[in-house]
């Protein structure tokens, strides 16, 4: 091994080649059927993510964005509505209320899984319906990177209040909480299938999981406008939403082989675990689940030594980045929209949070080559 060769943060090239024959095979089939918008690789594959985590139904779509799009869409989600959702995660989770008309209401997350809380979601619920001007309607929990939120405990709440769970699992497709993969633990959950998911694609893509079946009718009428029976009856105004043919027939060949890479993820990250857990503090397990491991996240003292690791471990021809810089409630776009609460551990989660590689083809050796890289820096 050349130990000059910059560690890979994500290697999609080595996956192709593992996967070459099949892919080419699927991709030659499409091109021979020519039915590039749902084709048949499009209902095999939403068969094949169902039977995965157990899901009734699947509807495939185009971006993990336009899942929780949809998803809100069909409850005629709209202003005047609450949405609840972590500080803490990508910014797809909260644009989604917004050109919706509804307003996210921001809740913080747990300092060690980073996971949204549970009690502060209750808090943030009651102060809403004390304001007396929005109405609590959703809640959006996200499994940040790769590992499950405390969905028994959000479920709960949320029936209490009587608001709608929509699963944002973009990050999470794969693992499990209590036995049971993600897919079910809300009333909708919303994949992604953007190309550095552990479920990637080669382009955009994502998909709607639910138990039930009128949700079901309803997303596969809103990502065509809103189709009815015949293809020129317009029930509802929907949107262009569909996942490509051929992003399915990738996805199929790349089905094949995520098991085994959900385990090498997760090999990888003991590895970390082991060498690092002494000298940084590594990523808290969620009690009795297993994660998809999209991010695997430590965190330092403080920004300052951030920056020093950061510029160490780049020296050493390591990567690294930042899962995020900026809680959501400070971005410009969105601070209007919150109504000024401190969120405090996704304001300090944000100023000393760094990412590692984590990919099923990093070797052992490229582990070791980092982990020495992160001790030297400590
Ligand atoms: C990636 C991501 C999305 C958006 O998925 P796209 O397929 O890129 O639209 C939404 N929420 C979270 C938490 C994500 O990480």
């Given at each position: 091994m050349d130990s000059a060769r910059p560690v890979p943060f994500l290697d999609l090239k080595a996956q192709q080649a593992r996967i070459a024959a099949d892919l080419r095979a699927r991709i030659d089939a499409v091109l021979a059927h020519c039915?590039?918008?749902?084709?048949p690789e499009v209902a095999e594959l939403e068969q094949h993510l169902a039977a995965f985590c157990g899901a009734a139904h699947c509807v495939s779509v185009s971006s993990g964005t336009d899942a929780l799009q949809i998803a809100l869409m069909a409850e005629g989600v709209g202003p005047g509505d609450a949405v609840f959702l972590p500080?803490?995660?990508?910014?797809a989770t909260a644009e989604v209320p917004l050109v919706l008309g509804a307003t996210p209401v921001f809740v913080d997350v747990d300092p060690r899984t980073f996971q949204i809380d549970p009690a502060h979601l209750a808090a943030r619920i009651a102060s809403v319906r004390a304001g007396g001007k929005l109405r609590p309607r959703v809640l959006i929990g996200v499994d940040l990177f790769g590992q499950p939120a405390d969905w028994p405990a959000l479920s709960a709440l949320a029936w209490r209040e009587g608001l709608f769970t929509l699963d944002d699992c973009a990050q999470s497709f794969g693992a499990s909480l209590h036995g049971a993969r993600l897919g079910?633990?809300?009333?909708a959950t919303a994949v992604s299938f953007?190309?550095?998911?552990?479920?990637?694609?080669y382009g955009d893509g994502g998909a709607l999981l639910t138990e039930s079946a009128e949700r079901a009718a309803l997303y596969r009428s809103l990502r065509t406008h809103g189709e009815g029976t015949t293809r020129y009856e317009v029930l509802r105004t929907g949107m262009n939403g569909r996942l490509d043919t051929l992003q399915a027939a990738v996805l199929l060949s790349k089905l094949t082989v995520f098991e085994a890479e959900l385990q090498a993820r997760e090999r990888i990250a003991r590895r970390y675990d082991q060498r690092l857990g002494n000298a940084v503090t590594i990523p808290a397990r969620v009690p009795d689940s297993t994660s998809a491991w999209a991010i695997y996240a430590i965190l330092l003292p403080d920004t300052a030594a951030r920056e020093r690791m950061q510029a160490g471990l780049k020296a050493a021809g390591v990567p690294s980045a930042i899962y995020y810089p900026r809680p959501l409630h400070h971005q410009p776009a969105y601070r209007a929209a919150?109504?000024?609460?401190?969120l405090p551990v996704s304001e300090d989660l944000a100023t000393r949070i760094m990412a590692l590689p984590l990919h099923p083809d990093l070797t052992d050796a490229d582990v070791d080559r980092v982990c020495a890289a992160v001790l030297a820096s400590v």
């Amino acid at each position: 091994m050349d130990s000059a060769r910059p560690v890979p943060f994500l290697d999609l090239k080595a996956q192709q080649a593992r996967i070459a024959a099949d892919l080419r095979a699927r991709i030659d089939a499409v091109l021979a059927h020519c039915q590039f918008i749902l084709g048949p690789e499009v209902a095999e594959l939403e068969q094949h993510l169902a039977a995965f985590c157990g899901a009734a139904h699947c509807v495939s779509v185009s971006s993990g964005t336009d899942a929780l799009q949809i998803a809100l869409m069909a409850e005629g989600v709209g202003p005047g509505d609450a949405v609840f959702l972590p500080a803490f995660t990508y910014t797809a989770t909260a644009e989604v209320p917004l050109v919706l008309g509804a307003t996210p209401v921001f809740v913080d997350v747990d300092p060690r899984t980073f996971q949204i809380d549970p009690a502060h979601l209750a808090a943030r619920i009651a102060s809403v319906r004390a304001g007396g001007k929005l109405r609590p309607r959703v809640l959006i929990g996200v499994d940040l990177f790769g590992q499950p939120a405390d969905w028994p405990a959000l479920s709960a709440l949320a029936w209490r209040e009587g608001l709608f769970t929509l699963d944002d699992c973009a990050q999470s497709f794969g693992a499990s909480l209590h036995g049971a993969r993600l897919g079910r633990a809300a009333d909708a959950t919303a994949v992604s299938f953007f190309p550095s998911k552990p479920l990637g694609g080669y382009g955009d893509g994502g998909a709607l999981l639910t138990e039930s079946a009128e949700r079901a009718a309803l997303y596969r009428s809103l990502r065509t406008h809103g189709e009815g029976t015949t293809r020129y009856e317009v029930l509802r105004t929907g949107m262009n939403g569909r996942l490509d043919t051929l992003q399915a027939a990738v996805l199929l060949s790349k089905l094949t082989v995520f098991e085994a890479e959900l385990q090498a993820r997760e090999r990888i990250a003991r590895r970390y675990d082991q060498r690092l857990g002494n000298a940084v503090t590594i990523p808290a397990r969620v009690p009795d689940s297993t994660s998809a491991w999209a991010i695997y996240a430590i965190l330092l003292p403080d920004t300052a030594a951030r920056e020093r690791m950061q510029a160490g471990l780049k020296a050493a021809g390591v990567p690294s980045a930042i899962y995020y810089p900026r809680p959501l409630h400070h971005q410009p776009a969105y601070r209007a929209a919150h109504d000024g609460t401190v969120l405090p551990v996704s304001e300090d989660l944000a100023t000393r949070i760094m990412a590692l590689p984590l990919h099923p083809d990093l070797t052992d050796a490229d582990v070791d080559r980092v982990c020495a890289a992160v001790l030297a820096s400590v």
